[in-house]
């Protein structure tokens, strides 16, 4: 069974940077699918980030365009999501999700079989 575990969570500034993880554990297929996820209070959960382990394809959410890179080690069987110039309304519960298959970018939330247990990004103004 696959597992995912994730590390990263904190707070931080308005304007600071995080880095946030997604290991792996368990075996998978090598054409995978690793996605961010984040829901704030209130909110519904939406999508952050994608990536393709095999050949790091990746799309981002157009709110994260130009401030965020995700990344991946398949060596470490990890996935990253560095965010810059966070600010107060980044702040959520952050989620990696996992998939097998080709599909990555046309797929919902619904279609990832494997979740992180979440971890908190307090963003102060």
């Known amino acids: 069974r696959v597992q995912l575990v994730q590390s990263g969570a904190g707070s931080v500034h308005a304007g600071d940077s995080l880095t946030l993880s997604c290991a792996a554990t368990?075996?998978?297929?090598?054409?995978?699918?690793v996605a961010w996820f984040r829901q704030a209070p209130g909110k519904e959960r939406e999508g952050v980030a994608r990536?393709?382990?095999?050949?790091?394809?990746?799309d981002y959410a157009d709110f994260m365009k130009g401030r965020s890179t995700i990344s991946r080690n398949k060596a470490l069987d990890t996935v990253f999501l560095t965010m810059n110039s966070l600010q107060p309304e980044d702040t959520a519960m952050y989620y990696c999700?996992?998939?097998?298959?080709?599909?990555?970018?046309?797929?919902?939330?619904?279609?990832?079989?494997?979740w992180g247990q979440g971890t908190q990004v307090t963003v102060s103004g």
């Open positions: 999700a996992a998939r097998a298959g080709n599909g990555c970018f046309n797929v919902g939330e619904s279609d990832f079989s494997y």
């Open positions: 368990g075996e998978y297929y090598s054409r995978s699918c």
């Open positions: 990536i393709t382990l095999t050949y790091g394809n990746m």
